[in-house]
């Protein structure tokens, strides 16, 4: 008996100081080793629970005692230990993870549409204003609707107001379109009048590239065709065209010119705001720079699409968005819009 009470009391004192070795994070493990090693089903007070059998009855309330106040003892310092490990590794975790709130943001860098999609944007919702609807054609075009059905047959030498990349050197058939204009004729030929389209797209010229000009850029191409349009309806359309887009103060002067397609034709040009009509790179020392050309559609493309040109008139135009984006902004060199030059396309 008291042998069994002896062996309770070194079993003590031995799971005790095994608990307070634990101390450290790693040593949770550790931890529930003891648990089982004094409390598991093969531990220590399971195999004094096993020696009760030969003790004297009388004796055996006393060893239940002292092994249940084992038990609640062992298991409270357990549960006291566990919770000082886990603090402890949240007190680590934390001393980590610190964050000073003090400190300023970190600004999130956004995209933006690019200057001249927006440009586009714009123009089309002024367009869309006036009743006209968006149309579209392919960039890669045969030659057909890139020219002949504008007027300008093959070895006709109006083909070279146009620089253009042609896509099979053999034929000469398909070209990447120089101009929206080959999108009229597609538009025509499935569509009867009244048709008042815009044409905002992509056009490619195999030509030097300076301040004002590139091999890439964009036109919004426009066709009204009714009974009795007039060169007067295409005036009023552009000047309010410039007016919405420029405000009041630009000036805007329609010089007459020669486009295959169109009959009468005219170029708008826009007084210089690079220079206020000084001179310099972006206007070519003119004062003026040129966004668009236009006319009434001339006879000869009604032929092209079956329309009866003695009950059809109409007109069209095709603005140059690059050009109209310098002026708009103020930018000195059509380049950059290519260039894609973070610091210039952030500012817009
Ligand atoms: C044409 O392309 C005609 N298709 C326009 C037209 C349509 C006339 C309908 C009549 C009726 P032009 O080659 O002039 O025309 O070009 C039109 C506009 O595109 C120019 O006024 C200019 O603003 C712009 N543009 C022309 N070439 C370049 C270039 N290399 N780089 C940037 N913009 C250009």
Request: glycine share 6%; proline share 4%.
């Amino acid at each position: 008996m008291d042998d069994l009470k002896n062996k309770i009391k070194s079993l003590k004192e031995e799971a005790f100081s095994d608990l307070n070795r634990v101390d450290q994070l790693s040593q949770l493990k550790e931890l529930d080793r003891l648990r089982i090693k004094y409390m598991g089903r093969k531990g220590a007070i399971q195999s004094i629970m096993k020696g009760l059998k030969s003790v004297d009855p009388k004796d055996r309330p006393l060893i239940g005692r002292l092994v249940n106040s084992f038990k609640s003892e062992f298991g409270a310092k357990y549960e006291e230990k566990r919770e000082e490990l886990r603090q402890r590794a949240e007190q680590e975790r934390l001393g980590k993870e610190w964050i000073d709130v003090t400190l300023p943001g970190v600004r999130q860098r956004s995209g933006k549409i690019h200057i001249i999609q927006q440009t586009l944007d714009e123009i089309s919702s002024i367009f869309k204003g006036l009743g006209f609807s968006v149309a579209d054609g392919p960039e890669i075009e045969s030659d057909y609707y890139n020219f002949d059905a504008l007027n300008i047959p093959k070895d006709h030498p109006a083909r070279d107001m146009w620089d253009t990349f042609y896509i099979d050197d053999q034929t000469d058939r398909t070209v990447l379109r120089t101009h929206t204009s080959p999108v009229q004729i597609r538009t025509m030929e499935r569509r009867q009048p009244p048709v008042r389209i815009i044409v905002p797209g992509r056009v490619y010229r195999n030509e030097a590239i300076d301040a004002s000009h590139h091999a890439v850029f964009y036109q919004v191409e426009g066709l009204y065709v009714d009974n009795n349009v007039t060169f007067r309806d295409l005036k009023g359309v552009l000047s309010y065209f410039s007016r919405q887009m420029f405000g009041d103060n630009l000036l805007v002067r329609f010089r007459p010119s020669f486009f295959p397609f169109t009959e009468p034709s005219a170029e708008v040009d826009i007084s210089c705001v690079m220079c206020s009509g000084k001179g310099c790179a972006v206007c070519k020392y003119t004062g003026w720079v040129e966004i668009l050309g236009c006319g009434m559609v001339d006879p000869a493309v009604y032929r092209y699409v079956n329309y009866d040109p003695e009950i059809y008139s109409g007109y069209a135009f095709g603005l140059g968005v690059e050009r109209i984006a310098m002026l708009r902004y103020q930018i000195n060199d059509i380049r950059l819009f290519l260039d894609n030059d973070v610091r210039f396309l952030e500012q817009f």
